[in-house]
Structures are given as C-alpha cells and as structure tokens.
C-alpha cells in the first residue's frame, strides 16, 4: 500500500527534487515508526507527526515566495488545499520535489507505528488516505492504484490471518478477491477521470489522436504520445503584417514522458508586458473558422481587442469561453529582432530562479544524454550557437514520422538512442532537453505554424498546422524561438492530409481555399522555422549554415550513426511489462486458488478414477475395483457409518453385483487366492455399476 503513494511522491522527487534525501526521510520515518511503535503509546506517537508536520510545513514554505505568508493565510491555505482535491496535479506545485520530501514522513511513520502495534487495520486506513489524497490531485493512474487497492486488501487480509493465529490455507480466498479485483480493473477506470486503459492489454502510448489535440487542447499537463494523426480542417485565419509562428502557450516543467506548466492562469487587465530586447509591433485579426478554445497570436502579444482573454502561464492567451465560427479577436505582438550577432554576444546572467526553473531535467535522466550533447556542440562557444548546433544536427539526423512507438519514460533518451524518426514533440522535447544539460534555460512552446498564405497578408491555418517548437532565453532579449522539426518532411504530411480533405471537399462543392504551391511551402515554412519573421530569415539562414559548418563538425554523422540503436528497422517486439507480469501473476493465482477451493479438481480426478482403471497385478487390481464400487455406493446412496466396515457396508447397500464383487473381494485379500479371471471378473462388474449409475 505504501509503495503506491511514494512512488507517486518519488516521481515528483525525481522530476524536480533531491531523490537521496527523500530516500532518508522516508527511511528515518519508517524506522522511527517501527521502533516507537514497540516502546511508547499513541500520545507520543501522535506529538511526533505533529512535529513532523510542522517541520515539512516549514521546509517547505522556506523554499517559497512569501511561503509562511501564505501558511499564515487561512484563505489561501484552503484554496491550495481545494486546488489539490479537485485536480490539481503535485507536479504542477512549485519545488514539486521539496513538497513531497516534506509530506512523505507523516503517513510513512504512521503506518509503520500501526505496524509495529499489529493494527493493521488502521496503517492500511492511512496508506488508504494518502493514497486517495493523490488521486483527487490527479497524479494516480490504473496500475499505481491498482497496486495501492491489491495493498490495501493483502494487508487487512493477511493481518487478519497472523492475528488470529489462521494457517496460510485461509489464505486462498485472499488471492481469490485480489484476482476478481484485478480482472475488474483491467477493463474499468479505478480513477474517476483518469485512464481507462486496460491494465493487461496493450499500451496506451498509441491511441489514436490528432497532433492538433495532443498539444494545443493540452491545457496545463502535455503528454507525449505515440503515433498520431493529423486534422486537416480549416481552424482560423489570420490577417497580419507579417507571417509568424502563432502561438498557444509554453511549458516548464520536464516529466520525461510529457510537460507542466507551473505557472498560474490570471485575468487579462488591458495590456502585457514586452519582451526587454528591441521589438517589432505586428497586429493581427484573427477570425476563427470553426469551433476552437485557444487565441493564437504571434509572439510576444501585448494587447487585445473584442475579447477579454485568460492569460496562461508564460503569457498564452485563451478565450473565456469557447470561440465559434465568425467570431474574431485582434492581438498586437511585440516580435523580437533576433540579430544572430546580437544574441552570440548576449549575456548570460540570468535572473535569480529563472535559471533553475528553465533548466529542470528529472534526476533520473540518463548521463548519456549530457555527454552526447557536449560531443555535439563541443566548438560551440555562446548559448546561441549551441542553440543553432543543436537545432542543425536534430534537423539532419533524425526524419520526420507521424507513425512512432512511445517510449515508456525519458522520451529524450530514447529519441536520441533508440529511434530514428518521430514529429515535432519529439524533436522540440529533445532539444529542449540537450539545452538544458548546457545550462541553457528553454523551454517547450506550442501552436500553430504559420499555415497556408492565400494572398499577401492572410493566412490560413489547418489542425494539421499544429506544431511544437522550442524557446530559448537571452538576457535582455528575452525568448527566442528555434525549430528542430525538419520543415520539409512536415510540410509533405501536411500537405498529404490537406490534399485528401480538398479533394472530398471539391467533390462536395466545397470553397475551402486550396494549398499553394508545394515548392513555396516548403521555402515558406524551412525560412519560418528559424526565424519567422520575413526581414531576417535571409540572415538568419546564412548565420545557420555557417553555425552548422563550424560547431556542429564536433560530431560527424558516421560518428552519430554509431551512438544510436538503429533498432527500428526490425519489426516491433512487444515484451510484457513489469505490470503485466505482476498482474498476470495474481490473476492466475487467483485462479488456482478459486479452483483448490471450489473441489473442481477433486471432482474432475475423482471423475477420471471412477471411469478408467488401469491394470497391473491381479490382487491390486481388485482392490481398485472395490474401492472404486465403495465410492460409488457412497455417492448413490448414504455414507457409511461409524463402525461400519467397508464389506459390511457393501452387503448392506448393494445390490446382487455388488456382494459378488465383496466376495471377490474377500477371497482375494484375506484368502490369498486372487487370479486373473478374477480380477478381470471384479473390473467388470464395476465398470458396469459405473455406467448405469446416474449419480457420479
């Protein structure tokens, strides 16, 4: 039970945290717990995880802005509380890590202080309510609760046995229930809102979903996921000054396996604020052509007309409520000038906390990637160039497919490693993640790529546009944007999905407008990948080339191809998972135990036995037949008493038959005269009482 709620702790831990000291907490708890448990009474017990509590409230308000402020605020120690009930994911938290390293010890030592006294009942109460905390937050999926359900059961169960001193055989029913519990949960969702995947069937890595869904309707949680498809219906169309990424929002926080935005939503109060460095000033109407619940705007937006947007974390707008087709908003961006020149010589003193929040990777993040990452960019001298490096050498060595199989955990190192192709999650994700073993704060940006040019300064934008891109910080600059996802390729599946839809539509008399030209889309989009904004793409094209031809010679692409597993050529081989066996394993117990005790397998024996007789010598061969003719009297007729022997019974239920089969019997084992015609005689009148008989 609770391995359940710490390891859900841990992964906060592990994402953003210190793994070594929760590990020591977690055992200082659990030790203390065990040891106090033999020697003082629930009062001391009780005063030590009041101090506990206090002293993991302290530590953790410390880490804070205005920490013991809000813990001294009542209503704003009830509206986290309400946050965290109804949702709100622990990985969301600022210092997600030090919050669960100060939680941990109180039900750790509770449980382990129930343990130790022999009431279980009530250590399975607490693991229950730590458990179930977590998953109204949210951070509990099927297996972890499932493991957390099976816990909770084996414990009650098995303490209930050592307490009233029951041998192990009562423990049949246990695995009985833990079995029924697991089939049930393997086709039902045991997490109001969360997955209903099947625990032991296949992963839920790669069900079917557009790009378009899995990163612009994300919200404050991005997972990252398996092969997925594109929508190529028509969402908005943008009036502008000048072609640009349209941006939906951004994400800190790395999981290895998807994104959290940390920062809070607010109300938009009339204006935001510029980015430090120097700005264009685009407008840009943007009319909605279909239903959508995001406001696009190139980025960084500093005013809007007709709408009254929330602000997302990072400065992303939405619609308060869903906007519909026809409906229209203005946003007025502040486009930075990214002068390569510039940015090479920016300064690298960042802000205090910006740092460390942009430069998260989880603890368990393999080595390699650092390393790889530094053969990379080994002649690269300034964040900008180890930006450009990295973004080049994705770009050249890795294709562009919407088909890829997920990886379990640590989707960077395993793009890097073991794949060979995947679509812009998976590229913006990793170079997120080589930049930030560099010291380099970035995080992940998400939206719509500038879309299809109809005329001079309209553009309009598909679900099939959606894209994934990546946002580097330069002091006194302010966030840049970088796109290691190869434009061409992308294009070529966009246009693909574009082309199959224009087709049915013309069929239909349908007036969406229909794609440029493809060779213009491509120049188009490979320009806007960079730096999408029209007066420096000629420079900033020339300033990559040169960044590729001289850093990036670091590590030559013989040299690359010998670092990855090129596995993927060969055909999937899916291995159980670790879940899968476990589960598996208690399902088939669970079976056995069901069958032991249902006398099933008594039954199809006893089945077996009565109807086939082997042979050997003659006087064993009576013997059988007799006990088997005993078994059978027994079952069509009453059960013998006590006292009453086996021939005495026989003479007294049986028919004619069945006393010359006593006879036979008799003269056999205590006459001492069996032969084989009697035997043969003996199997055969009991094979005919076994035929005739109804009750077997």
């Not at 264009?280 to 279909?290: L, W």
């Not at 999408?532 to 020339?542: I, K, M």
Request: proline share 6%; with cysteine; charged share 20%.
């Amino acid at each position: 039970m609770s391995i359940s709620y710490l390891w859900v702790l841990y992964r906060a831990v592990d994402i953003d945290g210190d793994p070594d000291l929760f590990f020591l907490v977690v055992c200082g708890a659990l030790v203390t717990g065990l040891l106090l448990g033999r020697f003082v009474g629930p009062v001391v017990a009780y005063l030590c995880v009041g101090l506990l509590a206090a002293g993991g409230t302290m530590l953790y308000a410390s880490t804070i802005p205005n920490g013991y402020s809000i813990i001294l605020s009542i209503d704003a120690f009830q509206t986290d509380i309400v946050a965290l009930l109804t949702g709100l994911s622990i990985i969301q938290i600022i210092n997600a890590g030090v919050w669960a390293t100060a939680v941990a010890p109180v039900p750790v030592f509770l449980t382990a202080y129930f343990t130790a006294r022999h009431r279980y009942g009530q250590a399975t109460f607490v693991g229950c309510l730590a458990l179930g905390f977590l998953i109204l937050t949210g951070d509990v999926n099927t297996t972890i609760g499932l493991i957390g359900v099976l816990g909770a059961t084996a414990a009650v169960g098995f303490g209930d046995l050592a307490r009233h001193n029951t041998d192990l055989s009562g423990a049949s029913a246990l695995l009985v229930v833990l079995a029924v519990i697991v089939v049930l949960t393997s086709s039902l969702s045991l997490v109001p809102g969360g997955e209903s995947t099947p625990i032991l069937g296949g992963s839920d890595g790669d069900r079917a979903q557009t790009v378009e869904g899995s990163l612009t309707r994300a919200d404050s949680q991005l997972s990252i996921q398996g092969s997925i498809s594109l929508d190529p219906e028509v969402r908005f169309s943008i009036e502008s000054d000048r072609e640009a990424y349209w941006r939906v929002g951004a994400y800190d926080r790395y999981t290895g396996t998807g994104w959290v935005r940390t920062a809070d939503d607010r109300s938009y109060n009339g204006s935001l604020s510029k980015p430090p460095g120097t700005t264009d000033t685009v407008r840009q109407r943007v009319r909605a052509e279909s239903s959508i619940s995001t406001m696009p705007a190139a980025w960084k937006p500093i005013s809007v007309e007709n709408r009254s947007p929330r602000v997302t974390g990072f400065d992303g707008l939405q619609p308060s409520e869903q906007l519909d087709a026809g409906d229209s908003y203005t946003v007025t961006s502040a486009v930075l000038r990214t002068e390569p020149a510039v940015l090479r010589n920016a300064s690298t003193g960042y802000p205090d906390g910006l740092r460390q929040r942009y430069t998260q990777l989880p603890d368990s993040t393999p080595d390699r990637v650092d390393a790889y990452t530094d053969r990379v960019t080994a002649n690269a001298d300034n964040s900008y160039d180890t930006a450009r490096v990295i973004e080049r050498h994705l770009q050249k060595n890795w294709n562009y497919s919407l088909d890829v199989q997920r990886p379990d955990k640590h989707v960077a190192n395993n793009f890097l490693f073991e794949m060979e192709r995947g679509y812009c999650t998976y590229f913006a994700t990793t170079m997120v993640t080589m930049l930030r073993t560099q010291g380099i704060p970035t995080r992940l940006a998400v939206g719509y790529a500038p879309g299809e040019s109809v005329d001079g300064n309209r553009w309009v934008v598909r679900g099939l546009d959606s894209h994934a891109w990546v946002e580097v910080y330069f002091p006194d600059h302010g966030w840049v944007q970088f796109d290691p996802t190869p434009a061409t390729p992308r294009e070529q599946a966009e246009q693909t999905a574009a082309n199959t839809t224009d087709s049915e539509n013309d069929n239909a008399g349908s007036t969406t407008p229909s794609p440029t030209d493809q060779t213009d889309r491509n120049e188009t989009s490979s320009n806007a990948s960079h730096t999408p904004t029209p007066e420096n793409q000629s420079q900033s094209n020339t300033d990559g080339a040169n960044a590729t031809n001289s850093p990036n010679q670091a590590l030559p692409p013989d040299q690359d191809s010998t670092e990855r597993d090129n596995s993927e050529d060969d055909p999937w081989i899916v291995l159980p998972t670790w879940e899968q066996i476990l589960f598996g394993m208690i399902v088939v117990l669970g079976v056995v135990a069901a069958i032991r005790r249902s006398g099933v397998t008594t039954r199809a024996y006893r089945a077996v036995w009565l109807r086939r007789q082997p042979r050997s010598d003659p006087e064993r061969d009576i013997e059988r037949a007799f006990d088997r003719l005993v078994y059978l009297l027994e079952r069509e007729h009453r059960p013998r008493q006590p006292g009453e022997t086996r021939l005495q019974y026989v003479h007294e239920v049986g028919e004619q038959a069945d006393r010359r089969m006593a006879e036979i019997y008799e003269r056999a084992v205590y006459a001492g005269d069996p032969s084989q015609a009697l035997a043969d005689e003996a199997v055969e009148i009991v094979n005919r009482q076994v035929k005739r008989c109804s009750v077997i």
